[in-house]
C-alpha cells in the first residue's frame, strides 16, 4: 500500500494536490477530470445552510457524489448561525461525505457582509462554537478553508486557525489573501509558513500556483501538507498531475476536452451539458488563436454539430504539435467548408 502524505484526523489523504473549491466550476464533470489527473480530495462547491434545511431544490444538487465515488468528498457549506450550520451538516452528512468543510473565504459581499464566508473570521466566538458543535456531534472530520482576514490591517488567520484548531477542526486550508483583495496581488506564502508552524493538523496552501514548479516551491516554502489549486486548473487539470500543459500535445487537450464533453453530458443532459462545456472551452483553448471557433461552439445546439465542430478545429490545428509551439502561430487556417 501507497503512504498516504497526509491525515485528516483518521482519514488516509493520498497525494498532495487538491482542486480548489469554485463556484460554477467544481461539479461533478469537472472533479471527475481533475480525479483522474490526481486530485487527492474532491471539494464540492459551496452550499448555503439554508438551502440545505429547506425543500430539494436545486441548490442540493452541489452536494451531488459523481456514480463511480469521489472517495474522499469533502462537502463544502457555508452561514452564519452554529447551530444552524450544524442541522445543515447533520442533514448532509450521510450524503456521502466524508469531511464537512466550512466556507470562511468567500469574498462575495452578499456572503462575507452577512457574517458568513470570511465574514465569519471577524467572530471567533462564532468560529469556536460552529467547529465545537460540529467535531462534537458529527462522526466526519470538519475542516475549514479561511483567508488572512478581512482587509491588510485585520490579519487574523492565526488566530482564527488556532481557534478552529483547539475546537476540532482537523485540517485548515489557507488563501494568502485578504478580503478586499480578492484575486489581486501577490499571494502571501509567509502567512501560510507561520500557519504552519502555529497548529498541529494539516495545512494546505493555497494561491499563486501556476506552474508545477509552483507546487514544489510552495510545499518546499511553507512545508504545507498539501497544494489547492484553483484558477490555474481550469482547462488545465494535468497541473494536478504535476504535467505542464506547455508540453502536450493539441491531440492530448482535445483528447480530454472529449471526455469531459462525456461527462458534462452523462451529467446534465444535452442542453445544460453543451452550456457548461461552453465554460470551460476557453479555458481548454486558452492561448491559442481559435476565437473563430470559440465564437462557433457558442452557437452549438446538438452534440453532433459540436462535435463536427470539434474535428473541424483537429483538422485546422496541428495535433502532434505541443501547446508551446502552437502558442507561436498567430492564426490557424480555417478549414474548406468550416462551419463558423
Not at 175 to 200: E, F, P
Request: hydrophobic residues 40%; positive net charge; contains cysteine.
Amino acid at each position: 500500500m501507497p503512504t498516504p502524505n497526509f491525515h485528516v484526523r483518521d482519514l488516509p489523504i493520498y497525494g498532495d494536490t487538491i482542486l480548489s473549491p469554485m463556484a460554477a466550476y467544481s461539479d461533478v464533470p469537472f472533479r471527475a477530470i481533475c480525479r483522474q489527473f490526481g486530485a487527492a480530495m474532491n471539494y464540492t462547491e459551496f452550499v448555503p445552510t439554508e438551502a440545505l434545511l429547506c425543500k430539494p431544490n436545486p441548490l442540493w444538487r452541489r452536494l451531488d457524489v459523481h456514480p463511480a465515488g469521489e472517495q474522499p468528498m469533502v462537502f463544502q457549506i457555508f452561514g452564519n448561525d452554529a447551530h444552524t450550520i450544524l442541522r445543515a451538516a447533520q442533514r448532509i452528512v450521510d450524503w456521502g461525505a466524508d469531511i464537512i468543510d466550512i466556507n470562511m473565504g468567500c469574498s462575495a459581499p452578499q456572503i462575507s457582509k452577512k457574517g458568513a464566508g470570511v465574514g465569519m473570521m471577524r467572530q471567533p466566538k462564532l468560529v469556536a462554537e460552529t467547529f465545537r458543535l460540529l467535531s462534537r456531534h458529527l462522526n466526519v472530520p470538519v475542516t475549514g478553508k479561511l483567508r488572512l482576514g478581512w482587509d491588510e490591517a485585520n490579519q487574523n488567520y492565526l488566530e482564527i486557525a488556532k481557534i478552529m484548531a483547539d475546537n476540532g477542526a482537523a485540517l485548515v486550508a489557507l488563501h494568502g489573501r485578504t478580503r478586499s483583495q480578492k484575486y489581486r496581488g501577490q499571494a502571501d506564502w509567509d502567512a501560510i509558513a507561520k500557519l504552519k508552524q502555529a497548529v498541529n493538523v494539516p495545512v494546505l496552501g493555497n494561491g499563486d500556483v501556476r506552474t508545477v514548479a509552483d507546487i514544489d516551491r510552495l510545499k518546499a516554502y511553507t512545508h504545507c501538507d498539501g497544494v489547492m489549486i484553483g484558477r490555474a486548473a481550469l482547462g488545465n487539470p494535468w497541473l494536478l498531475g504535476r504535467i505542464e500543459r506547455e508540453q502536450l500535445t493539441f491531440g492530448e487537450i482535445t483528447a480530454v476536452l472529449r471526455q469531459h464533453l462525456y461527462e458534462a453530458l452523462t451529467y446534465y443532459g444535452t442542453t445544460v451539458g453543451l452550456q457548461n462545456m461552453n465554460r470551460h472551452l476557453k479555458k481548454y483553448l486558452s492561448g491559442l488563436a481559435l476565437k473563430p471557433f470559440l465564437r462557433g461552439f457558442r452557437n452549438v445546439e446538438t452534440v453532433p454539430a459540436f462535435e463536427d465542430l470539434l474535428c473541424e478545429m483537429e483538422t485546422a490545428v496541428p495535433s502532434h504539435l505541443p501547446i508551446a509551439k502552437l502558442r507561436k502561430i498567430p492564426h490557424f487556417p480555417l478549414p474548406v467548408g468550416a462551419k463558423l
